[in-house]
């Protein structure tokens, strides 16, 4: 999907809000159980995303209160696709300065280059203060991709 937007990346089906985990595993696991729901990946997928978090540390804890749980291109992934996982309560990941995280985005990828323009494009967006506390504050899935339609065909470029 070379050259997808976020909106294409990441449908209403692949936003929840409000979801509970206990903890660090729980909460990647809803935002891969997302991207399986979406058709973006098999469950082994999942397990993938967890083990690079226990192999490389919560470096996937991007900014304050926001991970970006993935893992390496694999035969799990079935399609390029994003997930919005956020969390009723924040959870901690083990990062010293972004923890604790209430916002997991799932990225399924099937290789490294095809969706780099709507990663950079999430970046920008959620570096958006403004933006941001908008799309936290969303109460409905269909609210938070509205504010991404919003943002990629307004003044987010």
Known sequence: ????????????????????????????RAAGDLLVATGSSTVDYIQQMQDTVDEYGPYIVIAPGLALAHAR?????????LSWAALAAPVQFGHP????????????ATDHDGHSAALSQ????????DTLAQLRSADRAAHVHALITEYEDGAGR
């Open 97 to 108: 300065r972004n923890d604790p995280v209430d916002l997991v985005v799932g990225l399924a």
């Open 73 to 81: 291109p694999s035969s799990a992934v079935l399609r390029t696709g």
């Open 122 to 129: 999430l970046a920008r967006m959620l570096a958006c203060p």
């Open 1 to 28: 999907m070379e050259g997808a937007s976020l909106r294409q990346l990441l449908p209403t089906e692949a936003i929840a809000l409000g979801l509970h985990a206990a903890g660090w595993r729980e909460a990647v």
